[in-house]
């Protein structure tokens, strides 16, 4: 039973537009979220975190939205560049931090 | 500075046979995880080590599968008599403590025939 879901494996966005990708989850008792950023044969990169006393969190073109009532968070990339284009994978922890529960990703594709 | 490795890069075998892969976290890092990316799928936990605590082994498919980190260092999964739904890319991070995201190496496909 997934507890991360990200329900579009990909999305194709315009140079310079906003990108949106989105994450859902399910367990109440997660509350320190991470986005990672994948190339192809490479492993995935940390790109922003947010914890659950927040629910924003700004790093340059990257901001992570967080709806705990809603149990989503967002990821937004503005503008958006084609070395964006990768796999974007949410992830998701309790307060133990042993184990992080990852989505299946979202595969951004950045057109010029 | 040096990330996580990971050896080897690639690794081929057949049904029934072990095979061993290798981690070398970044130094000074004492939480190191392990995870597998199955084809169109997320990654998926597998093992957690912290500092001289107990791991937490409760990601492990089943007991052809095991773990061990010398040292505080290196980290090497073992995989007994293998299967054909074992193949994956198997992916090793760190982080200087649990709190901190972690670095993930760049994996060792494994593919099993």
């Known amino acids: 039973d997934q507890q991360v879901k990200q329900n579009s494996p990909s999305l194709s966005v315009q140079e310079g537009r906003i990108s949106i990708l989105n994450c859902d989850y399910t367990?109440?008792?997660?509350?320190?979220f991470l986005w990672y950023k994948k190339y192809p044969a490479e492993g995935p990169t940390f790109l922003i975190s947010i914890s659950s006393i927040k629910d924003k969190n700004e790093d340059g073109r990257f901001t992570v939205f967080l709806n705990k009532s809603a149990k989503h968070l967002s990821l937004h990339i503005v503008p958006s560049q084609p070395g964006d284009s990768a796999v974007y994978f949410c992830?998701?922890?309790?307060?133990?931090?042993?184990?992080?529960?990852f989505g299946s990703g979202t595969k951004l594709n950045v057109k010029p | 500075g040096a990330g996580v490795s990971q050896s080897p890069s690639n690794k081929v075998t057949e049904k029934g046979k072990d095979v061993e892969l290798r981690c070398d976290p970044i130094s000074g890092h004492t939480a190191l995880y392990w995870y597998r990316q199955s084809l169109g799928q997320g990654l998926e936990f597998l093992i957690y080590f912290q500092g001289n605590s107990a791991p937490d082994k409760s990601g492990l498919p089943s007991d052809r599968f095991s773990a061990e980190r010398t040292g505080g260092s290196v980290s090497t999964l073992t995989i007994q008599r293998t299967q054909q739904e074992d193949s994956a890319v198997y992916l090793c991070a760190s982080s200087p403590s649990p709190r901190d995201p972690a670095a993930f190496g760049p994996g060792t496909r494994l593919t099993v025939l």
């Open positions: 992830a998701a922890s309790g307060n133990n931090f042993n184990k992080f529960y």
């Open positions: 367990n109440s008792m997660f509350d320190y």
